[in-house]
């Protein structure tokens, strides 16, 4: 069994650069999450998906863009990375509408 | 503003101490509790607590939620230097689905 996969798991970007951070589940969940986690911040949730083609704000939302064209996929997209954008991030699902959130082995992106 | 927090920040002990991890909660639409380990990588998951006054047990961890004072705690007893880890709790409240909003978390340390 699979998971919750992300990619990549590691990435350097440079200021101003773009990327994609890529999140598939193969459990059949419906509701998706994106966290980043920063030193002492603890998790805080950048975007979340009820279900196909629904996306919603988090807590940290700015700077990120999200897309959830399936069930199994959602991925989080930097348009123009920052230096404040350095974090570990974490991808999450959950079976149907509550339950235990299941992650992703995460991603260390650093933007110079 | 939904809101976890979680005390001590950080906790260091010896092999055999009992430690209590609290949480507390402000939130609307309340539904559940959840508390994860988390050693080097993803958050692995230990409980999740709806229900007052109910204990849940795994081994030597045991957790309780009070809705009435919005609190949870986390027991460990006889600790082992292999429950060195950060301890999240989150709470999830429910909108078009449920949001999972964490807390800073809890660093413990168990000395050899």
């Known amino acids: 069994n699979a998971g919750v996969t992300q990619t990549p798991k590691f990435q350097v970007l440079k200021t101003g650069q773009s990327m994609t951070l890529q999140c598939a589940q193969d459990m059949n969940h419906n509701s998706m999450y994106w966290y980043r986690q920063d030193p002492g911040m603890g998790l805080r949730l950048i975007y979340y998906?009820?279900?196909?083609?629904?996306?919603d704000k988090g807590e940290v939302p700015n700077g990120y863009n999200v897309s959830r064209l399936n069930k199994r996929e959602f991925s989080l997209r930097l348009e123009s990375a920052a230096p404040s954008q350095t974090s570990v991030y974490f991808c999450a699902s959950i079976p149907g509408y509550t339950g235990e959130l299941f992650f992703g082995e995460g991603s260390r992106l650093t933007v110079l | 503003e939904d809101k976890v927090v979680q005390s001590p920040l950080s906790l260091v002990v010896h092999e055999g101490d009992t430690v209590t991890l609290n949480c507390s909660y402000e939130v609307t639409n309340f539904r559940s509790l959840l508390w994860y380990k988390q050693e080097k990588k993803a958050p692995t998951f230990l409980f999740m607590l709806t229900s007052s006054g109910i204990e849940k047990k795994s081994g030597r961890l045991s957790s309780i939620l009070d809705k009435k004072e919005l609190f949870s705690i986390l027991n460990i007893t006889a600790t082992q230097t292999g429950d060195s880890a950060v301890y999240l709790c989150?709470?999830?409240?429910?909108?078009?689905?449920?949001?999972?909003?964490f807390g800073t978390g809890t660093r413990l340390k168990v000395l050899a």
């Open positions: 998906s009820a279900s196909e083609g629904t996306t």
């Open positions: 989150a709470g999830s409240f429910v909108g078009r689905t449920y949001k999972y909003i």
